[in-house]
Nanobody, 113 residues
Framework: QVQLVESGGDLVQAGESLRLSCVVS????????IAWHRQAPGKQRELVAS???????TYLPSVKDRFTISRDNAERTVFLQMNSLKFEDTGVYYC???????WGQGTQVTVSS
């Protein structure tokens, strides 16, 4: 069974940076697209960024110039580099195999203003 484990969330001040990691078990990692989503308190989960197995990336417009998604197929890990963090980036960040129902447990990102 595929498992995804996120890490790297923390409490930071506005303007600071964080790097999230998502380790994916299983042998299919190199051929599947992976996405980061987030859910803020009282709001629906939203897609933040995704990366295909070819390296093509997509971003939520509000993070496009601040966040960078990348993947290391050898380590079966997807990263989300988040710079210039804002209060509105606060939430639980989840990774998943895009389009699947398999999710990690999430990692909390809290940005103080």
């Amino acid at each position: 069974q595929v498992q995804l484990v996120e890490s790297g969330g923390d409490l930071v001040q506005a303007g600071e940076s964080l790097r999230l990691s998502c380790v994916v078990s299983g042998n299919m990692f190199s051929v599947v697209p992976i996405a980061w989503h987030r859910q803020a308190p009282g709001k629906q989960r939203e897609l933040v960024a995704s990366v295909t197995n070819f390296g093509t990336t997509t971003y939520l417009p509000s993070v496009k110039d601040r966040f960078t998604i990348s993947r290391d197929n050898a380590e079966r890990t997807v990263f989300l580099q988040m710079n210039s963090l804002k209060f509105e980036d606060t939430g639980v960040y989840y990774c998943n195999i895009l389009g699947s129902s398999t999710w990690g447990q999430g990692t909390q990102v809290t940005v103080s203003s």
